[in-house]
């Protein structure tokens, strides 16, 4: 569908394939938290920093609406949970496809926990959202997790590559996953999935070679760029990052390269 195609190249860059995207769907799980304050601060700065893509929730549209400055992509998250609850891993649908579009959605995401007690659950909605997002030619990003039980490593290569073909399978047009530590062991997962992989950003790292490594091999892997939150809004410069990450991804900036340009 040419409306897909048109969408998809507002968060995914049509000359490289791929794509710089900050999440900041962080306060319905955690609560508000530095860096997800003011929000259209911090959207301007990573906008600023060439990010193509964010991910909010559907109420921080408003809030988040710059009126000004540099374009970036809108995904608009459709799940949800938080860290009170009992069940964290489960997430429930909070937003519709059509109540997205309606809010200017370029995009859709929605989080799915493989191997959670309530894993039938989430793949039962994800499986229906990507057939209303088929309908209505809007992409979606599946961010695919391995939380539960039978998880005894979230970022074992097996695991990983499974729940990306999980998401793939399942209609998603992009997937997102958790990186599994190498380039070696990442591009299993690539070539174990049919769509577009980028890699979760995680928690905050320490250092800026920790962040820079972590995305150049996922990019040496054949991955197709990042979802980055924490390290990008949470940074002492989040402007200069996304900045340095974006030539990372799309220009073939090598780590030192890149802690040059941030002075580490």
Partial sequence: ????????????????????????????????????????????????????????????????????????????????????????????????????????????????????EDEKSMLKDLGQVAREATEWGMPLLAMMYMRGPKVKNGFDVNVVKHAARVGAELGADIVKVPYTGSAETFREVVEGCFVPVVIAGGEKMETDRDILEMVKGSVVAGGAGVSIGRNAFQHRDPTKVIQVIYKLVHNGFTVDDGLKELGA
């Fill in 1 to 116: 569908m040419v409306g897909k195609r048109i969408r998809m190249e507002r968060i995914v860059d049509r000359d490289s394939g791929k794509t710089v995207i900050v999440p900041m769907d962080h306060g319905v799980t955690l609560g508000p938290m530095p860096g997800l304050i003011d929000m259209r601060q911090t959207i301007n700065a990573v906008a600023m920093g060439g990010a193509n893509a964010i991910v909010i929730h559907k109420g921080l549209v408003e809030a988040g609406h710059r009126r000004r400055g540099k374009d970036v992509g809108l995904i608009i998250h459709l799940s949800a949970s938080t860290c009170m609850a009992p069940d964290p891993n489960c997430k429930v649908l909070v937003c519709s496809v059509e109540e997205a579009i309606k809010l200017g959605a370029d995009a859709l995401s929605i989080h799915v926990n493989i191997g959670a």
